[in-house]
């Protein structure tokens, strides 16, 4: 998907504009699954159906063609501070890699800086990056925890993820209301006294 990055790299796709020779073979195979799950693809409403869901399939696994760590090394500042920064609540929309359904909740995500910070956004960037990919809830935790690890090198990194999972409402055990927590800490959280700060701080409302 050569072109569908902006100029200059910086980790980002641009998310308006899709290959359209992968378009049209996603399109093409989408013309037969609905075809197999019973329906016409031909009536009025259907026929452009191929087409939208294999740009709405490219957006929401978007990630694949970003590069999170490059993200944060873009935007990484020399910084004294050392106490704990949280961006929490950055809502995520992921797919789960068994059933190809949404699973939506909230990421929670802190560190401690070790003479670098980051931008914000990039936090937010990076969990979007790593979420709009096939995953199970277990490793988008950990693989926002190992990046920021790995880029801003603090003195500790915390994640925390709760989320729903459509696979098991819309369908199989269909338990509406069941929410899953996930979370993954590095260095100074895992002393008991900070992970509980952590905590503390992303339960407040
Ligand atoms: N650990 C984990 N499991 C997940 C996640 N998303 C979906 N699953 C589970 O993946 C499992 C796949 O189990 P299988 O028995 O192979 O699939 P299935 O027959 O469709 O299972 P049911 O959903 O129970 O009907 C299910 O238990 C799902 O609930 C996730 O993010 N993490
Ligand atoms: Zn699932």
Redesign the pocket.
Known sequence: MEDSYNGEFSGYKRIDRFNESVTEQISEHYTGIIKLLGEDVEREGLQKTPLRVAKAMQFLLQGYEQDPEAMIRKAMFKEDYKQMVIVKDIEIYSM?E??MLP?IGKAHVGYIPNGYITGLSKIARVVDAFARRLQ???RLTSQIKDCIQQTLNPLGVAVVIEAQ?L??QMR??QKQHSVTTTSDFTGAFERVATREEFIRLISSK
């Open positions: 789960c068994h059933h699973f199970v809830q277990e999972h696979c098991m199989g055990v």
